[in-house]
């Protein structure tokens, strides 16, 4: 570190640390790092002061320096950090203030170094533009309010030639559009609603989520039995009597932001309720001039007036799906993780959409092998922790999720979580060649079951439902754009891992690849047996990109 005044104290960390005000800075120093073209690179500065200093102003000094961006890392509160039982793999397990949204500096507002505090920024260099290979140092410069230098960290940054392919995995986050129309307070598919829903996705798309969530009808999704969820629904539909008539225009606009965007696939939303498929979800139409509810709750799944709707429906659907050229982009759902007894009313559901749908593929998230066995889910979306049966039967085109109750042993990004284990990841993905990862809070900010609308700033856990942070990655800016969290920037980082070692394969071979990336492990990685700390997890990634290097040279 190098520190012009002995009361202002930096150190420059890596991206997999978290940096608490109310401890002592644990992190080793970094201060060399190498990184491929088109790659975004992240890592930390943290600082510390021994008396209160406001304004303080960042500079920094580099060849790359339109192409970096520097946020400091908020603090929120996390009082319900991770469940009781919980594994020993976590920072902390009592609530408190913890490191995650990564909010914009301002030249007038500046820094604040709060005394014997420690903080960090958060460095971000794009190099999606493409910079001549080379070694580059960035120096981030601290300036106090009278314009004296307190402190300036250097670190060398060496940009290969290689750039990384493009992403392979598919991967959702839910996008949750009724809540950024809630918190915002714009009226869903006011233009303003657009606009906000435009800005989401373009960050989404920036961290590797190249397929999206989209509402035929108000996704069944995380609704109090027999509540409702604002109505999102993208397709109009007019009821006469037992006929129907069905508009696309909301979902035509829908397609045209996502491709505007680069979203490359779209995760029809679920046609039957959340855990059994037992009902249908919440759909509004226009009868004799007024538009009112017509299935819900209350209605059966196996019902004929149900049954009759999706007759009506399903092929005006696939109708839009083809002439709008998206056959190889959509995949279905029937209900979000039924359990083993649901499996009457999924199977009956199943039969339904595949009559109508049978050429597309269908994902749903479930842990029980015999859903898949029955042929009742092409592609299952098993938990990682309930992801062994599946591997050892090589289902193809397998996907993996994780949620709340993944916590012990498994890859996981709770708040309380350290980055490592968000980022790793990204190992097992490339391992077990994964096709598909599915999460669903993108942006979750109603409490469990959607009773009522939360501040995440606030509310890090959905009203004590889940461990902090499992329910959302990005938190509401104040102009409608998104606040980014450390740990989808961590997730980043591990997509990007993953391109790497494909690009790896692509050089040297598969068998070559794994044993480069488990070298140092004391046991061959799986889902549950991985290496723990962050200085491994660096220097694999170093592993990987000198041996791009040395093959591309």
């Known amino acids: 570190m190098t520190a012009a005044h002995s009361s202002f104290t930096t150190r420059t960390i890596s991206s997999l640390e978290k940096v608490f005000a109310d401890e002592e800075l644990q992190a080793a120093e970094f201060r060399r790092a190498t990184a491929l073209q088109k790659e975004t690179f992240s890592y930390q500065v943290a600082y510390r002061s021994a008396k209160l200093a406001k304004k303080?102003?960042?500079?920094?000094?580099?060849?790359?320096?339109?192409?970096?961006?520097?946020r400091t890392v908020g603090l929120v509160p996390a009082e319900m950090p991770v469940y009781h039982d919980?594994?020993?793999?976590?920072?902390?397990?009592?609530?408190?203030l913890y490191p995650d949204p990564l909010l914009p500096v301002t030249e007038a507002e500046g820094l604040t170094g709060l005394p014997h505090q420690w903080r960090s920024i958060w460095v971000t260099v794009d190099l999606s533009a493409g910079v001549p290979a080379g070694s580059y140092p960035i120096t981030v410069v601290f300036t106090g309010q009278?314009?004296?230098?307190?402190?300036?960290?250097?670190?060398?940054?060496?940009?290969?030639?290689?750039?990384?392919?493009?992403?392979?995995?598919?991967?959702?986050?839910?996008?949750h559009t009724d809540c950024l129309a809630t918190y915002y307070g714009v009226d869903v598919f006011s233009e303003r609603y657009w606009e906000i829903v435009d800005n989401y996705v373009k960050t989404a798309v920036a961290h590797g989520i190249n397929m999206l969530l989209t509402p035929l009808f108000t996704p069944p999704l995380d609704t109090a039995i027999g509540g409702e969820r604002p109505t999102?629904?993208?397709?109009?539909?007019?009821?006469?009597?037992?006929?129907?008539?069905?508009?696309?225009?909301k979902?035509?606009?829908?397609?045209e932001m996502c491709d505007r965007n680069g979203v490359r696939y779209f995760e029809l939303s679920h046609l039957f309720t959340q855990w059994g498929a037992k009902h249908a979800p919440k759909i509004v139409a226009v009868e004799d001039g007024e538009t009112k509810r017509i299935f819900g709750w209350d209605t059966d799944a196996t019902g004929e007036g149900y049954k009759s709707f999706l007759e009506q429906f399903l092929p005006e659907l696939v109708g839009f799906i083809r002439s709008n050229g998206l056959e190889e982009r959509v995949y279905f759902h029937v209900s979000d993780e039924p359990h083993k007894d649901h499996i009457p009313w999924y199977e009956s559901a199943s039969r339904l959409l595949k009559r109508f749908v049978g050429d597309f593929p269908s994902i749903d998230a479930l842990s029980?092998?015999?859903f898949y066995e029955k042929g009742l889910v092409p592609t299952p979306v098993p938990a990682s922790n309930h992801i062994e049966p599946f591997l050892q039967?090589?289902?193809?085109?397998?996907?993996?999720?994780?949620?709340?109750?993944?916590?012990?042993?498994v890859a996981n990004r709770f708040i309380s979580m350290p980055s490592a284990r968000n980022r790793v990841l990204g190992l097992q993905l490339y391992k077990f060649q994964i096709a598909g990862f599915l999460h669903w809070g993108y942006n979750f900010w109603y409490a469990q079951y959607s009773r009522f609308p939360i501040d995440p700033y606030r509310n890090t856990d959905a009203n004590y439902a889940f461990p902090s942070g499992d329910p959302f990655v990005v938190y509401p800016g104040e102009d409608g754009t998104p606040v980014e969290s450390?740990?989808?920037?961590?997730?980043?980082?591990?997509?990007?891992?993953?391109?790497?070692?494909?690009?790896?394969?692509?050089?040297?071979?598969?068998?070559?690849?794994?044993?480069?990336?488990?070298?140092?492990?004391d046991a061959p990685i799986t889902f549950d047996v991985y290496p723990r700390d962050a200085a491994w997890l660096l220097a694999c990634r170093e592993r990987i990109n000198e041996a791009i290097r040395s093959h591309t040279a």
């Not at 979902?251 to 397609?255: D, H, I, Q, S």
């Open 56 to 70: 303080i102003q960042i500079r920094v000094e580099s060849a790359l320096a339109s192409s970096i961006a520097v």
């Open 86 to 96: 919980h594994d020993e793999h976590v920072l902390r397990s009592t609530p408190g």
């Open 146 to 175: 009278d314009g004296q230098e307190l402190a300036r960290e250097t670190l060398e940054l060496d940009v290969l030639a290689a750039a990384l392919p493009e992403q392979k995995l598919i991967h959702t986050e839910w996008f």
């Open 232 to 249: 999102v629904q993208l397709v109009d539909v007019e009821k006469a009597g037992d006929a129907y008539t069905f508009g696309f225009e």
């Open 251 to 255: 979902l035509k606009r829908w397609v």
């Open 368 to 370: 029980d092998y015999d």
């Open 393 to 409: 039967n090589a289902v193809p085109g397998l996907w993996t999720y994780y949620c709340c109750s993944q916590y012990k042993q």
């Open 486 to 521: 450390l740990r989808l920037e961590v997730f980043r980082e591990a997509l990007q891992d993953l391109r790497a070692l494909t690009l790896l394969e692509s050089l040297i071979g598969r068998e070559r690849t794994l044993e480069l990336m488990e070298q140092g492990t």
